[in-house]
């Protein structure tokens, strides 16, 4: 190594410049994040208020609210939720039960693999399995592309959860007889239930940020809509049609909508944060 | 887990259907327990549905790419012509535009997210790592709609009054470097992505660099290494797994919709100007999709989706496998994803 020609102190010197610099980095990257969330509640806190969160949208000019688009993401995310937790889950405990083989490993591989396909590639595929043959947008269809990003996401976290639960419950469940289907419901998923919600609160809040898999399968509307064949607003797709376009007023409600937005993401990632560090 | 002995089969069941269904049955549940086939085989067909979204993901967006594939061809990929009035349709600008942004995101958010994940493995102490780690995977909660709405009102204008200036008068020699200042264009593009792969990186990195053994620091650190040559020890036994962490954040810029869509000025032109308006794969399907008149145009779209979905699908099964290398065992893969 052509360091033992460098002395001590310069060797030093370097270690403590690239120490701060690593320090930097990491500096700079909370630095960011603080001043993206102070921006959105400096410029969300003004547009905000009671009108605003039930009302449906209306001209410029007029005011208008995004009640329309909240009931819409509910709705959104409880289809995708009623679609993608349980085969989600059940494809964890499989990967997690029996998933040792070759097939266990492939399904594992593609899990992996699809939770990095973009989601805009999840919303064309929903269009052409859902709104073409229904010949309509629909919020069905938008339920179904968010319930293909979450699938793969619980069923990893699924399994990591299950792995996690000791191996001497299942043998004790075993051993008194109990048949595996058995152990694996009322014994292992109980004992990995709060891991697993956790996954699945994790899942739900990060396909709740999606908008690309949204334009061409929910669509978007200026009304409440409770039907599910119907097309269906967002909060995300209408804070992307306020941003681009060109009237001051919506631009105040897009930012009025992010924080409502961010403010659910945030109460969702840092409450599981401190659940699951009560628990462990 | 095994722990009863199949039951064996009768002699009656010994040939023709009897025979196999029991082999059935075994293969599902080595218990021999009624109960337990019906539940393995229901999980199973969860497990497939996976299978299935991937086969039915290819096979969908083919079937509806068709007519496209059919008139364009190869030629597709290398045309430049994005014109839906003469039914013309060429990947090019849009391969090229999700091509530099990308590399332009890497550029800028590797040496960032490497120093993040060693700051937050190698250097702090355990109290401020665990925080700071939180904080910054907060930055990946933070969805792309709203990167893009920051990016328009915030870091355009400044990239465009501040930034973009100083870099045409000290480096405007490069040809990367010249053209009208607008604040949209592809320099915007590669800043807000590299700002939404960096903590994606560094939270894959910190997995790889917590996997490597202890005692390659003891070593170093016994051998009279600084702090930072320790950390160099660490980072070659890493490497593999670094660069799996880089593909997969490569993986994610190439697949990035919203916040592009919304900063890069959606112009199909091929430019060498990083000043220039540009436009990528996902924010053409984004844009032009709803409004695609004509199936040949619709089609078009979906086959880029098509491709879209093939280039991500292989980088980040690359990504995915360089990372397992280094990480198997420990229980890092699932924060990986």
Redesign the interface.
Known sequence: MQ?VNISAAR??A??SV??T??????F???A??LV?LG??AW?GVGALNWRFLVETPKPVGEGGGIGNAIVGTFILLALASVIGL??????G???A???TGR??Q??R?????????????????A???VV?PLKQFSALAGGVALA?IM???V???T??MI?LVPHSL??GA?ALGA????V??DIVLPAAMSGIATGAMLAV??V?????PL??TA?GSRFFNLYLDQPTASL?VQ??NY??SPYDEW?AQ??AA?LV??TL??VI?IGV?FMTRRKV | MRPLQPSPPTPADAYGAGARRARWRETLAPTGNAGDALFRAALLLAALVLLLLVVSMIAAMAANSRLSLRAFGFGFLTSRAWNPVTGQFGALPFIYGTVVSSLLALLISVPVSLGIAIFLVEQAPRQLARPVAFIIELLAAIPSVIYGLWGIFVLAPVLREHVEPLLARWLGWLPLLQGPITGIGLLTGGVILAIMITPIIAAVVRDVLEAVPVTQREAALALGATRWETTRVVLANAASGIAGAIILGLGRAIGETMAVTMVIGNRPQISASLFAPSYTIASVIANEFTEATGDIYLSALVELGLILFLVTFVVNGAAKLLVWGVTRGTSGTARAA
Do not use: K
């Open positions: 360091d060797r030093r370097i270690s690239m120490t610099l690593t320090a930097l980095c990491a700079v990257a909370v960011v994040l993206i921006y959105i410029r349980p085969i989600g889950v059940a494809a405990v499989y990967l039960e029996f998933g097939f266990g492939l399904v591989f593609l899990a992996d693999t699809l939770t990095g396909v973009p989601s805009i590639v999840v919303g064309v595929f269009y052409t399995v073409l293909c699938i793969p996401i069923a990893r976290t399994e990591e792995r299942r043998e075993l048949p595996q289907w058995r694996t419901l809040a990060r709740s940020g999606e908008t690309a334009l061409f669509f995300t804070i992307y941003a681009i631009h897009a930012w992010t937005l961010m993401i945030l990632n944060r």
